[in-house]
């Protein structure tokens, strides 16, 4: 599955991670885009059972593009 990765221009270390064939307008909420601000595409990558991501598992990407049409990856919480 080729996945397309596009980086927030509202919040830092913010990506939305779906299909790429799939419409990010028709995909993603309205009321999400309003805070994620304007989408930038950063890369894609073709999603595989060997691959390694670094804040999600491959089978759990995959289950949320099925289930939801994109996947909201947010920052790692910083260390009070």
């Not at 894609?44 to 939801?68: A, P, V, Y």
């Amino acid at each position: 599955m080729e996945i397309a990765v596009y980086r927030s221009s509202r919040k830092k270390d913010t990506y939305l991670l779906l299909r790429a064939e799939d419409d990010l307008a028709e995909v993603v909420p309205d009321a999400l885009m309003g805070q994620f601000g304007e989408a930038t595409h950063s890369f894609s990558f073709t999603l595989t059972s060997e691959s390694t991501l670094q804040r999600i598992d491959h089978e759990t990407l995959r289950k949320r593009l099925e289930d939801d049409g994109f996947y909201l990856q947010l920052p790692p919480p910083e260390n009070l």
